[in-house]
């Protein structure tokens, strides 16, 4: 059942955001395919645990749906791990540290639910879940469902070709039976190095850039080089501790968030040449400002 103008901002990492027109939960493929045929066809947001998204403070302009029941679960099999789209990254990567299957290091630490890492392809620089994953199935608007493999959606540097519209329901990462005590270390030495170096005590949705094709420096490099580190805009700032973070200092509105990052992108273009291009998903904002954010393909 859809629910009218729903507070957002509480269901973000980064505490910003207006109210959804219409907000519901969908714990079934069935109740998933009544919620999209009862919008007739208008594009839906899906918001995982809100780890990779700015919404505008007006709100994200379209209804907003998040799925839990069936899709937030998850299964270790013979040599792979089943997952619904809706459960957690961390609750699933936990599962592989602690029955010694391997290859999910690559998601330790990182936040948000498996449906947001395959549309994201979250993983390592070097590595993205969709390396890991052996299929995914996914609902279109008309109700079809379709399973995926790799090919079929060009997995890319935090990214995949596949349509917006289409929602991620299940997949099936390979995971083999390692070593415990290495896959152990592997992924003690993951987190413990991104606790060291990331933003983990203020509201904030992590990489705010991507970093540049190597062999150029990464956007924490480019950021301090055009002196933006510690910059603040209204309640954001761009943390002292990791330049490519913003944070939520309390109070920040959408609108702080994106004067910093225009400010930041056409800094560094202007001393670098390079334009930088945003990790986050943008909701609710008009085309001219996903330009000057290098948010539009």
């Not at 619904?84 to 290859?103: E, F, K, L, P």
């Not at 948000?112 to 279109?140: C, I, K, P, S």
């Not at 990052?261 to 334009?275: F, K, P, S």
Request: net charge negative.
């Amino acid at each position: 059942m859809w629910m009218r103008d729903v507070p957002l901002a509480d269901l973000t990492r980064w505490k910003i955001g207006g109210p959804a027109p219409a907000y519901a939960k969908a714990g079934s493929e069935e109740e998933l395919r009544t919620l999209l045929a009862q919008v007739s066809g208008e594009p839906v947001l899906v918001l995982g645990r809100g780890a990779n998204v700015l919404i505008s403070d007006a709100g994200p302009g379209a209804p907003v749906l998040q799925l839990e029941g069936e899709f937030a679960g998850h299964e270790v099999l013979e040599q792979t791990i089943r997952f619904g789209a809706g459960a957690q990254i961390s609750t699933v990567v936990q599962t592989a540290r602690r029955m010694g299957r391997s290859g999910l290091w690559i998601l330790e630490a990182v936040p948000g639910t498996m449906g947001g890492a395959l549309r994201m392809n979250a993983g390592t620089a070097e590595e993205g879940v969709w390396g890991r994953t052996l299929w995914a199935e996914a609902m279109w608007p008309d109700g079809t469902v379709k399973r995926l493999a790799r090919g079929d959606v060009s997995p890319r540097y935090r990214g995949i070709d596949l349509d917006p519209q289409a929602v991620f329901l299940r997949g099936e990462l390979d995971a083999p039976s390692g070593d415990p005590e290495r896959i152990e270390q592997e992924h003690l030495s993951r987190r413990e190095a991104k606790l060291r170096a990331q933003v983990y005590d203020l509201p904030t949705c992590g990489s705010t850039w991507k970093n540049p094709e190597p062999p150029g420096p990464s956007a924490w490099r480019l950021i301090d080089r055009v002196g933006m580190r510690g910059a603040r805009r209204g309640g954001a700032q761009i943390s002292e501790k990791h330049a490519n973070f913003i944070v939520n200092l309390g109070g920040a509105r959408a609108q702080d968030v994106v004067d910093l990052l225009v400010e930041t992108r056409r800094r560094v273009l202007e001393e670098t040449g390079i334009a930088l291009e945003p990790e986050i998903q943008f909701w609710g904002f008009e085309e001219e400002v996903l330009r000057e954010l290098g948010a539009v393909r």
